[in-house]
Structures are given as C-alpha cells and as structure tokens.
C-alpha cells in the first residue's frame, strides 16, 4: 500500500449549504468531485496526525463507495483511528454522540437528510467538529475558499475494507474500527430519560408505531423501542435502510409520512405515532387523529422537561430557529429563562450549548433536540413524548390541548414551494426585500405591520454576525410573515413561506390551520406575488 497525490482542479459550486454540501448522486460520482471536497475539509481543519475521526452515513445510494473513499483519503493524511459504523450507517445524532464519547477531532457525515435517495436522488457530505456539531459557516467559508484553489489531493491505493464485520482492521497505518452504530447511542438514551417508566408504559398495554421510512432511524427504533423497551414486535414499520429509502421521500411530516399518518387516523389507531427522516435527526409526533406541530413538540417539552430524569435539574435557556413559531418563547418567559432565535441551521445552536446558555432546542422542519449532543435528535424526541406520556398518563391530544390552554396556541403552518427556478427565486426575494422599509405602519388586510426586516443574527457567544437570513413582517399583534430560500436542496430553490397567529381563547383552538390563517396567507401572496412570479398555484407541500 502506498500514498498517492493526484493532480486535480477546482469544481466550481462545492460551498456548503445549512447542512453540508448536496448534490445529486451523478455529480458526487464525478471523477474527483468527493475526493476535492474531501481533500479541501482535511486541509481546513488543520494537522489530522494522530486525530480520531468518525464516519458513518445514512445508508443512501453511493454510501459505501464513498466511506471507501474518505478511508483512503483519511490513512493518507495520517489519522490514527477512524470509528465507522456497521455497514457504513450511523445517524447523525449518533455521530455527534460517538465523537463526543470518543474524544473524536471530528466526523464526517454521508448525508442528504430528508432529501430523496437512490441512483438518481441526492447525496451529501458535512463535516461536524470535535463538539460533535456541524462546522460553522467560518469553517464551512474556508471549506468553499479552498475547493477554489486546489490541486491536488492524497489518498492511499489500498483495498477496500469489510464494513459489515465488526472489530479491527488496518489502512496503512490507520486503526478502522467497525462499530455497532446504535450501542453508543442506546447507552446515552438510558441516561436520559426514565426507561423503566416507558416500559411500564408498553407493559399496560400503550401501542405505538414508529415509522422509520426505509431510513436511518430503522435500526435504532428496532433496538431500542421494541428491543429495550418492549413495545410491541412490528411497531417499527420501514425499519430496514433502503438506498432509495424505498422510493420514498423520507422527510417526515404529513405529506411524505402518508402511511403513518394513515394508520393514526384508522379505526384501530395506536395511542402514538411517530417518523424520523432519512439521517435519522428530525421527527414528527402523531397522536390519535391528531397532529402535533414541530413548534408546539418544542414548546410541550420545555414546558414538561423535568419530567425526564436528564432535565430535572431545569433548563438554562431555550433556542429556536427565527422561523419557527413563539409559542416556546412563551413557555420561556414562564419559566424565567431566556429564549434565543437564531438563523436556520443547527449549527446555530452550537455556541449556545456549548456555553451553557441553552439546553433544548428546535426548528419547525422537524427538528427538535438538546445538550446532550450538537443535532437535533429524532429519536431522543420520541423517548422524550414517551416519557411525557408516562409521566402525565394522558394522550397526546390531552397533553396538547391542555398547554394550549395554559399558553395559548400558536397557529402555524409552512408552505414550501419547491424546485423553483433559481433566478426567479432570488428576484421574488429581493423584490420583497426592496418593499421592507416602508412597511411599518402599513395597514395590510386585516393586520397592521410593527417590523418589517431580513433578519440578521449576532451570536450571543462569539460575536459572529449572519446577514440575510429570512424576511420578517410581524404584525402589531404578534403575528408573522417569514420567507426565505432553503439551502438543503439540489435542483433549483425551494421558497419556503412560514405563517403564525396566536390566539389566547381556548374556545377558539379548534379552527382548521389553514383557515385560522388565511388573512395572513392573502396578505403574504399580496406582498410577495408568489402566483404571479413562480407560476404557482399552491404550494409544492404544506405543513
């Protein structure tokens, strides 16, 4: 075996995303695309001599040959020891679990989330750092600047390895070490919450169905739910990684998680339903005919944390991505501690938790997590409901209802309209962007404007400073417009239009979603012109 340096040249459009870079499978298998962006991560990060990196993905199309790829390319740059998990799978909370466990400098995470798989889907690749978080944009920024100038990239000509044995193998000089992705996981999860509590749970009788979506999550469900705590056999469905997640689009929520939602919605419907996405770190929580929003799953946690053995001690703050609804800003203030709004992307949390400033956290695309490792969580949240329902013995809907009542509730809904021409998209935001300064004071319908900006975020922690994070209208009322362009997709841009309007009264919580909020869905087509910029009647999906 031996070291070999390639010659290469920059690709032009490697800069990463909210999450890592993605692109279609046909151009990761480009002649040196992977191997570019790789190269420019390991001379970002510095010195790897000596380092331990973890690697793992979520089973995707193209997963095994690219973890083959990033082996050879890391036992050229000197890593002593890289951690992959069985078959090349490992989520991706787990990965920031086994990096922090491990004392790890790094991972790298074979990924597109819930984007669609197989040989004409997506594929992904990030790095997340020795806190077991995603790299900031400063890092992510260096990444980009260094795909522009490179020439040349290391890698060893050895074999590739057996990734579905267990145990101990050699390249070059480096230790690989193939583990099982979920005991590190599995280990964590009884630290937190009261398993014994959640068993019981099961033993009287509670069902449940976990919908894994042909995804990463399948393994750990299977393991812990039914293997640990004793719900019922075949309360996981779609339990095993497809590389094209079984045709399907694993993104939970109610559009692509139809046949979850369905069985909740039958005549014999279990007491819980839940999915996670195609990485395993976003989740939907389903009761009996009854949908919970990923804002009020955030706020219900907060507000009940101490119910679970590892937040009993309280929380020291609460984060929320800006478009995400307020409902735990409210569960904040009751509480007497702080909540933070940060940009979209989880790597906006890091500082804080690293800091100690917060300790849940959440986005409204379905993701929810906490201090216990830097990404949101899609399982950690199903055990937190779990122990919730334990604990409170009630139904979801109960439990839901009932916060509502003590806070309010916050309608909301986000309509996505997606694969968006890429310049039209851009001229429909900086058209609106254009008609922020004026709209203060402005009469729009039914509501009168309070702030209208593109919302900016100085990080508490370091002082780092993101511009141009999403358009904000907020009414004199609390409502709120919010638009912004997704950075997680491969074709086009998708526009997202986030919508919300609290309502105090209990005996107005039960108005449909989309009809409680169509005097801010008139105003938000009136001001943006979406029909007649995009060509779109409706959105692509509504949550």
Not at 195 to 209: E, N, P, Y
Not at 415 to 437: C, K, T
Request: glycine share 12%.
């Amino acid at each position: 075996m031996a070291v070999q340096i390639i010659n290469t040249a920059p690709i032009a459009g490697q800069r990463p995303g909210t999450s890592g870079l993605r692109k279609k499978v046909s151009v990761f298998s480009e002649p040196q695309y992977l191997e570019n962006f790789v190269q420019s991560v390991f001379d970002t990060v510095g010195d790897c001599h000596g380092q331990t990196l973890v690697l793992g993905g979520d089973g995707r199309y193209y997963n095994r040959t690219a973890i083959q790829t990033v082996l050879r390319m890391a036992a050229a740059h000197g890593y002593a020891r890289v951690l992959v998990g069985q078959g090349g799978i490992m989520s991706t909370p787990a990965v920031s679990c086994v990096i922090r466990k491990h004392g790890a400098s790094g991972g790298l995470i074979l990924s597109a989330s819930h984007n669609p798989g197989g040989p004409d889907g997506d594929f992904g690749i990030k790095y997340n750092t020795g806190n077991g978080g995603p790299a900031p944009e400063k890092l992510t920024e260096a990444m980009f600047a260094r795909t522009e100038t490179i020439t040349q990239y290391r890698i060893s000509d050895s074999a590739d390895i057996d990734l579905d044995r267990l145990g101990i193998v050699h390249v070059e000089q480096m230790v690989v070490e193939v583990i099982d992705p979920v005991a590190d996981y599995a280990e964590l999860m009884q630290q937190l919450f009261d398993f014994d509590a959640i068993r019981a749970l099961f033993a009287g009788g509670l069902r449940i169905c976990f919908d894994g979506m042909h995804a990463v999550s399948g393994p750990y469900a299977t393991a812990i739910l039914e293997g640990m705590l004793g719900a019922k056999k075949g309360s996981v469905i779609n339990g095993v990684p497809l590389e094209d997640f079984g045709g399907g689009h694993p993104d939970p929520n109610p559009v692509n998680a139809h046949e979850l939602i369905a069985i909740m919605a039958g005549d014999n419907a279990p007491d819980f339903g839940a999915a996670s996405d195609g990485d395993g770190d976003r989740n939907m929580i389903v009761g009996r005919r009854f949908d919970v929003t990923p804002s009020d799953s955030l706020a219900i946690l907060a507000a009940n944390a101490s119910v679970a053995p590892g937040y009993a001690g309280g929380l020291a703050g609460i984060a929320r991505s800006m478009p995400t609804s307020g409902a735990a800003d409210r569960v904040a203030a009751a509480l007497g501690i702080p909540c933070f709004e940060t940009p979209t992307g989880w790597k906006f949390f890091g500082n804080l938790l690293d800091a100690g400033m917060a300790t849940l956290c959440g986005e409204e695309s379905y993701g929810t997590g906490s201090n216990h490792v830097r990404e949101k969580d899609g399982l950690w949240a199903v055990l937190f409901w779990l122990n919730l329902l334990a604990a409170k013995q009630q139904s979801v809907e109960q439990i839901v209802r009932a916060h509502w009542a003590t806070y309010g509730r916050n309608y909301y809904s986000r309509h996505d309209y997606e694969a968006i021409d890429s310049a039209v998209a851009n001229a429909l935001m900086d058209a609106l962007r254009g008609q922020l300064e004026g709209l203060a004071g402005q009469q729009l319908g039914d509501y009168t404007v309070a702030l209208a900006d593109d919302f900016s975020y100085t990080d508490p922690v370091d002082g780092s400073v993101s511009h141009k994070q999403g358009v904000r209208i907020v009414m004199t009322d609390g409502s709120r417009i919010v638009l912004r362009l997704s950075g997680t997709g491969t074709e086009g841009a998708t526009l997202r239009l986030y919508l919300e309007r609290y309502e105090a009264d209990p005996a107005h919580h039960s108005i449909p979603t989309q009809e409680a909020l169509a005097g801010l869905i008139a105003v938000a087509e009136q001001l943006a012109q979406i029909r007649e910029r995009t060509g779109r009647d409706a959105p692509t999906v509504t949550t």
